[in-house]
């Protein structure tokens, strides 16, 4: 049997997750942050794209304000009244100083406790090549973190009132192909698949299936294998990095 996963801390109060795309964080992490909603908490979204690149039908400048509006409704879902864009192109993200001091600079904003970000990794634990994007942005949010604190790393973001932030306890990887902790999504399940199916230009471009059947049974079984090595609750992992 799998190692089992431990509990997720509870100890904060602010999250910020950063994502590369629109969508990112319904395919799983919302479920946790409606429940972390349920307990009080203030998340917030920070997106290095508008995800105007996904979807092949659609010219980048039809895509970018469609899957901006389906991201605003699908947060709203599971509580997030604050979603942020940065503008950097979809499919190309450089991971670098530049990419590093846009989310520092957004740490810095939300003073967050935990950061959330996507799977860093280059696969998602078989043969499944992961994207550059989505590996641009979870190793840049990993540095970030440590940047935001750092008054000399990106010091003219001081200059525009964005003073460190240090205050950064963890960084919680979600869709990590080596997950150490796991949120009880009980609750909060029904909630995930709203959010997940507020993307419907994108997954009507995903799949022919029936778009409600295709979120629920994506959102379900996730938390049910994921649930099986959390006490056979229902649950998303995360690859926990403390500070």
Not at 146 to 153: E, H, L, Q, T, V
Request: aromatic share 8%.
């Amino acid at each position: 049997m799998s190692e089992q996963l431990q509990a997720m801390p509870t100890d904060w109060q602010r999250a910020l997750a950063i994502v590369a795309h629109p969508d990112d964080l319904e395919y799983g992490a919302a479920a946790a942050v409606a429940a972390w909603g349920d307990e009080g908490k203030e998340v917030s979204y920070l997106l290095v794209t508008r995800g105007e690149a996904g979807i092949d039908s659609l010219e980048p400048v039809e895509a970018a304000p469609l899957r901006e509006q389906e991201q605003r409704a699908g947060a709203a879902v599971v509580g997030v009244t604050t979603v942020e864009f940065l503008d950097h192109r979809d499919g190309v993200i450089e991971y670098g100083p530049a990419l590093r001091r846009d989310l520092a600079g957004a740490i810095r904003r939300h003073r967050p406790e935990l950061v959330v970000t996507m799977n860093h990794h280059d696969t998602w634990g078989d043969t499944t090549w992961n994207t550059s994007d989505h590996r641009a942005v979870g190793r840049a949010a990993l540095d970030a973190a440590a940047d935001a604190g750092n008054r000399w790393i990106f010091p003219e973001l001081a200059d525009d009132g964005l003073l460190p932030w240090d205050g950064v306890r963890w960084v919680a990887v979600a869709a990590s192909p080596l997950p150490t902790h796991a949120v009880d999504v009980t609750g909060a399940l029904d909630r995930a698949v709203r959010s997940l199916l507020e993307h419907r230009t994108y997954i009507a471009a995903l799949t022919d299936e029936d778009p409600e059947s295709y979120c629920r049974a994506f959102a379900e079984q996730a938390a049910v294998e994921a649930g099986a090595r959390f006490g056979g609750r229902p649950a998303v992992t995360f690859e926990l990095f403390p500070r």
